[in-house]
């Protein structure tokens, strides 16, 4: 190619090169919401949502018809805690590492005695440790924004009345028994114990000497304990009983049962001075929750929100 043209081909290129349309912007990913300019993606949204189908808020295979208001109540959860976290920062709030650090320990914790490996947890809930940690600076920054702005004042004693006698069946026990337990392996060795048992001989002797359960030790103490609480064998014979009287042999899955009844009592309402810290310690969480759902009401309100229905189409 002679020199001319090679030059004028060059210059050819770099004209082109030069005027070629840079490369497409990549879009920014679809927004569920908008709050005060701020996005919430719908990848974010469907992340929580796949979170909260694993968890215990909701069945883990929710019927497509479900999906929208499943969805729709968690976008509004979400839109409060960014309207919240905005107003934290702007407050000039913040959380230090220490802080994050002692909240993940302690959700590590919680995991261990529930019988789970804290990864095993954070696997279960499509987690990362980073982001665990981002999750719980957001909940202590908000945690403390709410605190701030909340000043929930101390119940007056007639207040505290008040609660007790409109909330009365809160406070009621119901029928117990205390019972005592002796079991055994085998129908012969309940039947031996009865026959002693009924010519007098001591029941906590013999249970501490012949009975297989952990209580043996206690004589065979169950303390006192009302329906629903224990294997329904005992139900059935320990309610049945007099204050007293001992039970045949009695057969379940953990052996040959004799069973003593040695005190009842009858449902009852616990008296004002019994509950009163507790009905004041009651009174006033639901007086803060009322005033953190005022608060976040005026919050959402005082925000500008914007949500687009067909991003939230997206969801499965």
């Not at 002693?196 to 952990?214: C, E, I, N, V, Y």
């Amino acid at each position: 190619m002679p020199e001319a043209c090679r030059r004028a081909a060059l210059a050819l290129l770099t004209l082109f090169a030069c005027h070629r349309a840079p490369p497409p912007e990549a879009k920014p990913p679809p927004a569920a919401a908008l709050v005060n300019g701020q996005p919430i993606p719908v990848s974010r949204l469907q992340l929580e949502l796949d979170r909260m189908r694993r968890g215990s808020e909701a069945p883990a295979q929710a019927a497509p018809a479900d999906i929208p208001k499943l969805a729709r109540a968690l976008l509004d959860s979400m839109i409060e805690r960014a309207i919240v976290l905005q107003r934290a920062k702007a407050a000039g709030l913040s959380v230090s590492e220490a802080e994050v650090q002692r909240a993940t320990d302690a959700l590590a914790e919680s995991a261990r005695s529930g019988g789970e490996a804290f990864r095993e947890r954070l696997s279960r809930d499509g987690q990362t440790a980073e982001g665990l940690s981002d999750e719980m600076r957001e909940r202590l920054l908000a945690g403390k924004y709410v605190a701030d702005q909340i000043r929930a004042e101390r119940p007056s004693a007639a207040e505290v009345r008040a609660y007790y006698d409109q909330h009365r069946a809160e406070f009621e026990d119901p029928e117990m028994v205390h019972c005592q337990q002796l079991v055994v392996r085998t129908p012969d060795e309940a039947k031996s114990m009865l026959d002693q048992l009924r010519k007098g001989s001591s029941f906590d002797d013999l249970a501490r000497a012949h009975s297989t359960s952990p209580d043996s030790q206690k004589g065979g103490d169950l303390g006192w304990f009302p329906r629903g609480t224990m294997p329904k064998v005992f139900d059935d014979n320990c309610f049945s009983l007099g204050t007293g009287k001992i039970s045949g042999v009695v057969p379940s899955p953990y052996g040959y049962h004799v069973f003593k009844l040695l005190g009842r009592r009858g449902p009852r309402t616990r008296r004002f001075e019994e509950v009163k810290t507790e009905a004041e310690r009651r009174l006033t969480a639901e007086k803060r929750a009322n005033a953190e759902r005022q608060l976040l009401q005026q919050l959402r309100a005082a925000a500008e929100v914007k949500v687009d229905e067909s991003a939230l189409a997206l969801l499965h």
